[in-house]
């Protein structure tokens, strides 16, 4: 996976992008869940997140206090112990990483906890949401991290196009 043809690629299409996205939130095509839907599947047919795992070693996840009690508990840790040991609170008051790549990335890019993993984790890179539109900021800024959000992005331009 090439992450810096990507990365070069989400730049240089990133007025484009946003163009495209913001189109969609003005006027939205009936059909737009749908093609959505269809979209992200098309891409996850053909992006490995295992060959990648970029969003784990650059991006940490919102922990929710669910996700915290879970994880927690699995660890068979108290919610204070597991917060002192893996987590930080931001300058938004949310609950992060204390640091980067994930702690429970494993080297084969695996995650030892994906059973159980964070909320942010399950739904990243949101590429499946119905009303995609509210999102756009969130997905734009995905392209830089996530392959397949860039692909999606593509994609999806050119599967609206297709009537």
Known sequence: M???FYKTQALQKQKEHKKF??????KPPKNLDYKVQETHTEVFQKIDCLQCANCCKTTGPLFTPKDVERISKHFKMKVAEFEDKFLRTDEDQDQVLQSLPCWFLNEDNSCSIYEIRPKACREFPHTDRK???QINN????????CPAAFEFVERLQKNLDKK
């Open 131 to 133: 009303k995609i539109y």
């Open 138 to 145: 969130l997905t734009l800024q995905n392209t830089f991290i």
């Open 21 to 26: 996205l913001e189109s969609l939130k003005k």
């Open 2 to 4: 090439n992450l810096e």
